[in-house]
Structure formats: C-alpha cells, structure tokens
C-alpha cells in the first residue's frame, strides 16, 4: 500500500492558522477521506471528512473554523484551520475509508498516516 504522509503541522499561537496537507496517491478519488485528532491521555476523534462525492461533514468544534479539501490530480487532502485555540493541540491524522459515504468512526477507516503535530499556544 501507498502511505499517506501529512504535512503542514506547527506551533501557532492562538488565533493563528495552520494548512495542514496529506500526499494520498490513489485514494482522493473515489475513496471517503478525513482528518482526525488526538491529544495526550485521549481518544482519537474525528475532525473533518470528505465522502467520495465530495460531501463534507465537521465536527461541532470544528465547523466555522476548517475545512477540508482535496486536489484529486494532485492526490492531495487538506485541512485549512483558523482562529485555532489551544484545545485544538495534538497529532492530526490523514486517513481514507473504501466506503462511498464518509463518517466520523475512526474504527472505519484504513490506512492511517504517521500524522503531523499542531501545538497551539495561549
């Protein structure tokens, strides 16, 4: 299997943005695709996905504030975050689900990227 491998992560101070961008080489088209986060001592959780018709779903925190995307010629997924906070800390994830509609249960989903950190300070 092709890996995925994100980019883009940083230390931002909040209110900033970040882009964070995941090389995905064969699965933008016609594969669902999402991030997901993790912080220290918790769960992974679903932040953004994209199904394979292009249909976007958010988390609550993260509506008004990401978006996802993807350049299906340029096999890439993206994550623009703005007005971050620093709950927003923690290791973000690119990853792809065979199935046509997205969701946000990361048991669903194969294969993973090794994720890219995003530490935002107060």
């Known amino acids: 299997r092709v890996p995925l491998v994100e980019s883009g992560g940083g230390s931002v101070q909040a209110g900033g943005s970040l882009r964070l961008s995941c090389l995905a080489p064969g699965y933008t088209y016609n594969w669902s695709m999402g991030w997901f986060r993790q912080a220290p001592g918790k769960e992974r959780e679903g932040v953004a996905v994209?199904?394979?018709?292009?249909?976007?779903k958010y988390a609550d925190f993260a509506g008004g504030r990401f978006t996802i995307s993807r350049d299906i010629p340029k096999d890439t997924l993206f994550l623009q975050m703005d007005n971050l906070t620093p709950e927003d800390s923690g290791m973000y994830y690119c990853?792809?689900?065979?199935?046509?509609?997205?969701?946000?249960?990361?048991?669903?989903?194969?294969?993973w990227g090794q994720g890219t950190q995003v530490t935002v300070s107060s």
């Open positions: 994209v199904d394979s018709d292009g249909r976007t």
């Open positions: 990853t792809a689900d065979q199935a046509l509609v997205a969701t946000m249960v990361p048991t669903f989903f194969d294969p």
